[in-house]
């Protein structure tokens, strides 16, 4: 897809000189870290929410997964409503829907209410965010990309590292009685000064050849979704019915039917929503497993770590919040040491090297617990947090570019958007699936619960390793692998 060179002064935009664009960027960033603190901080007061709200255990799971799933089935058309209608335009509409949605969170008078503008809030966000890539690369040449691109790094390590911190004081702060509230309220002020920004420092840009929006395919893979992830968070507290068994089969076969219709689509001569040949490559499908499963495990993960420390040790927001800061400090030294060229000599063998020293963080988790049981201190999870955080970041730095590189050039824009919707996908089914893992186990105490739970997430760290040996050697191979 070939794409219009936006400047400030052809669009518009009052800003003029070098410095504009790096404020721009400024403001794109802002909207990046809005989104990975809401991922964060219902992980984290998801207790809280329910001890005020009321509901079963599965609202805990629904805070997290109606946003993340609603995220991966937006993310697929959020960059093309951009290449159609300008994207900053709908970076404006993101951002300011996005604002709105966290203020009907934060008064919400019921878990219904909470659920369902946190879907609204998954929506706007998957509409936000793939504008900010877009416009990054319209304001930057090629020799300033690589420093443009290299500022998402710090900026989500810190946000990684106090996003938990922040959310916990805020909810044991209970600043004017807004209790677990505040975690969304601190987004409306963020997201008015972020559409400020936009008005001010975004160029306007749009594809020059825009492809059309393919809504039955939308609402195909919609349906699949939800077929999937609904039964694994309502199906144990309803006693497994009948449908709750029969949805995943549903999942299954439209998504099938989703497949011949992007394949008649294709050969019809009209836009598909994800181009079929990609998985006939075999990065791509290898990618495509080793990212779910992956995902899953990460974001299942920090659930079920936040569950345990709250509900079955009774500890603070604020103190479950500090226990987790060892694994981001994890995840932002592998960053940085793959980013000094780590990633680029080892190739493959780095994600499996990360997938490895997760799998020896998992199990460190594993016997950590085993031997102190609930006498467990921070400064006793450390170790295993930080090689459980060190090797998630060794996988994700080269995961994408290695996957990529594996498809052909005419087909990076889609396998791009169909991995980020795959990678939000996973977060949705890591909270229903090992949530609802953690949640049938509880039935014989929590501490039993959180070793059943680490037990599924080694299964699925297995998976990973399995797909990975799918992807391309290195980057740099390209489609000859």
Not at 423 to 440: M, N, P, R, Y
Request: glycine share 14%.
């Amino acid at each position: 897809m070939t794409t219009e060179t936006a400047t400030p002064e052809r669009a518009g935009a009052p800003a003029t000189g070098h410095r504009w664009r790096w404020i721009a960027l400024a403001v794109i960033l802002s909207a990046e870290v809005m989104d990975l603190l809401d991922v964060l901080v219902t992980n984290l007061a998801g207790p809280a929410i329910r001890a005020d709200l009321g509901g079963s255990p599965a609202v805990i799971q629904w805070l997290g997964a109606g946003y993340t799933l609603a995220m991966a089935v937006g993310l697929v058309t959020g960059g093309r409503l951009g290449d159609l209608y300008g994207r900053r335009r709908m970076f404006l509409v993101g951002v300011l829907g996005f604002t709105a949605a966290s203020a009907l969170c934060a008064l919400a008078a019921g878990p219904g209410t909470l659920i369902t503008a946190r879907v609204v809030q998954g929506l706007f966000g998957a509409l936000l965010l793939p504008q900010g890539l877009g416009l990054i690369k319209e304001m930057f040449s090629a020799d300033e990309l690589a420093a443009a691109f290299g500022a998402f790094g710090p900026v989500m390590g810190l946000s990684a590292v106090g996003g938990p911190i922040l959310a916990g004081w805020l909810v044991d702060a209970d600043l004017a009685g807004t209790g677990w509230r505040a975690i969304f309220l601190i987004n409306v002020p963020l997201g008015l000064l972020a559409a400020l920004g936009a008005l001010c420092f975004l160029p306007e840009s749009r594809a020059t050849r825009a492809t059309r929006l393919d809504l039955p395919g939308v609402l195909l893979v919609s349906l699949g979704a939800v077929l999937l992830v609904h039964p694994l968070v309502q199906g144990r507290e309803l006693g497994w019915p009948w449908w709750t068994l029969a949805m995943p089969v549903g999942a299954v076969l439209v998504l099938a039917l989703f497949a011949r219709y992007e394949l008649a689509r294709q050969r019809a001569g009209r836009d598909p929503l994800v181009v079929p040949t990609l998985f006939r490559r075999r990065a791509f499908t290898g990618g495509l497993v080793a990212g779910l499963a992956f995902f899953t495990a990460l974001t299942g993960f920090s659930l079920v770590f936040s569950l345990y420390l709250q509900l079955g040790l009774g500890w603070s927001p604020l103190r479950t919040g500090l226990a987790s800061v060892p694994q981001a400090l994890g995840m932002v030294l592998a960053f940085v040491l793959a980013g000094a060229g780590l990633a680029r000599r080892l190739g493959r063998r780095l994600i499996h090297l990360g997938l490895g020293v997760v799998v020896a963080g998992v199990a460190g988790m594993l016997l950590t617990l085993r031997l102190v049981g609930d006498d467990v201190t921070p400064w006793r999870l450390t170790p295993a947090l930080l090689a459980v955080g060190f090797g998630m970041g060794l996988v994700m730095a080269p995961f994408f570019d290695i996957v990529l590189s594996g498809v052909g050039e005419e087909e990076t824009g889609s396998a791009s958007g169909t991995l980020t919707a795959v990678q939000q996908l996973g977060g949705a089914l890591g909270v229903a699936l090992l949530g609802t893992v953690f949640f049938d186990a509880a039935t014989a105490g929590v501490g039993h619960a959180v070793r059943v739970t680490l037990v599924a997430e080694l299964g699925l760290l297995l998976v990973t390793i399995a797909g990975a040996f799918l992807l391309p050697r290195r980057a740099r191979e390209g489609v000859a692998h």
